[in-house]
Structures are given as C-alpha cells and as structure tokens.
Nanobody, 122 residues
Framework: QVQLVESGGGLVQAGGSLRLSCAAS????????MGWFRQAAGKEREFVAR????????YYADSVKGRFTMSRDNAKNMVYLEMNNLKPEDTAVYYC???????????????WGQGTQVTVSS
C-alpha cells in the first residue's frame, strides 16, 4: 500500500519561510514523477511544483516561481518543498502526489498524501 505523508505546515507571517516534507512508503519514488499541489478554501486544487524522477527537471506555477523550490531525495524516499517569501495568498492545504508520467494536472497523479495546512498571516 502506497502512503504519502506530508509534514512541516504551520502558521507563518508574510515574508516568512516554511519547508514541507513528504515521506513515501510502499512505493519507491525513484521511478516516479512527484508533485506538490495546494487547495485553498473554496477553490479547486491547483498545481504548485513538480519534478521528474531524478529531480533534474522541475516545473513551477507562475505564482510561486522564484519563491518555492522543490527537491527530492530518492535514497530516503522523500520529497521537499522549500517556500520562501510567503504571501497570504499562499494559504492553503498542500498535498504531495506521485505520478507514473508527470504533468501539471491532478488527474495525472495516482497517489496523494492527506495534506498539510499552511497559513500565512498578513
């Protein structure tokens, strides 16, 4: 059984930083693309960042480009999202997910974590 467990969320002031972690079990993520998505209250889930199987190629939503950095440690079966210069509009539940093929659509991802809340105060 594949499990993805996010951690690292919390309450932070605007301009602050957080580092989210995603621990995978039941699947060796080495062979899978990984992504981060977020869902704010009353809104649809949206793409944040994704990386290919090796971590050598990453893509970011325009809204987070230059502020967020996604990385992965395949040896530890871990994925990370470093978030800097956080803004109130970054407030959302953040999810990590794995995909056989990658992409920016949530439909491309077959396993999801339970999410971690990030709240940015102004």
């Amino acid at each position: 059984q594949v499990q993805l467990v996010e951690s690292g969320g919390g309450l932070v002031q605007a301009g602050g930083s957080l580092r989210l972690s995603c621990a995978a079990s039941g699947r060796t993520i080495r062979w899978y693309a990984m992504g981060w998505f977020r869902q704010a209250a009353g809104k649809e889930r949206e793409f944040v960042a994704r990386t290919n199987w090796s971590g050598g190629t990453s893509y970011y939503a325009d809204s987070v480009k230059g502020r967020f950095t996604m990385s992965r440690d395949n040896a530890k079966n871990m994925v990370y999202l470093e978030m800097n210069n956080l803004k109130p509009e970054d407030t959302a539940v953040y999810y990590c997910a794995s995909s056989p093929g990658g992409g920016s659509s949530p439909l491309s991802y077959d396993y999801w974590g339970q999410g971690t809340q990030v709240t940015v105060s102004s």
